[in-house]
């Protein structure tokens, strides 16, 4: 199921594969952990804080504050033919950051740090394959979900 995720994947099937499901579904998930309570996004099975394998899935709104951004020129592999491109780090209003693309609602002349933004999942479809993903849009973009809740 993680073989959904981003445009090249890294990721081996882990306890936090369901998290491109619900991605799939609209849904953005983090991970709280049970021992300490401490939040991820995206989630992680094991807490950074305590270490501790024991976590619950948590509703993220994906609204948060630009961090820092970088613009890539030179771009790793899988990812030479959408060079140039730029990604932000977002802080996260329910904790944690997460590292996306910017979409297109936001112009690149647009971007500067501590803007208010709305992480967006985004589904793609490459070669047979749908894939998942998210991309950092302006506050109050509206995305589609699947079901009521999930
Ligand atoms: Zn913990």
Redesign the pocket.
């Known amino acids: 199921m993680f073989e959904w995720f981003g445009k090249v994947n890294f990721s081996p099937y882990t306890k936090v594969g369901d998290f491109a499901g619900f991605l799939k579904d609209g849904y953005l998930k983090g991970s709280r952990?049970r021992?300490?309570?401490?939040k991820t996004f995206p989630p992680r099975a094991d807490?950074p804080?305590?270490?501790?394998g024991e976590f619950d899935f948590v509703d993220y709104s994906g609204r948060g504050r630009l961090h820092t951004y970088t613009r890539i020129a030179a771009a790793p592999n899988g990812f030479e033919d959408v060079a140039p491109y730029t990604i932000g780090v977002v802080d996260l209003e329910e904790g944690g950051r997460c590292l996306a693309w910017f979409g297109s609602t936001i112009r690149e002349e647009e971007i500067k740090i501590g803007m208010e933004l709305q992480v967006v999942p985004r589904i793609f479809e490459e070669i047979e394959k749908i894939k998942v993903s998210y991309s950092l849009e302006k506050p109050g973009t509206k995305w589609g979900r699947r079901h009521a809740d999930a």
């Not at 804080?49 to 501790?52: A, E, F, G, P, V």
Request: aromatic fraction near 10%; charge should be neutral; hydrophobic fraction near 30%.
């Open positions: 952990c021992a300490c309570g401490f807490c804080q305590c270490l501790s």
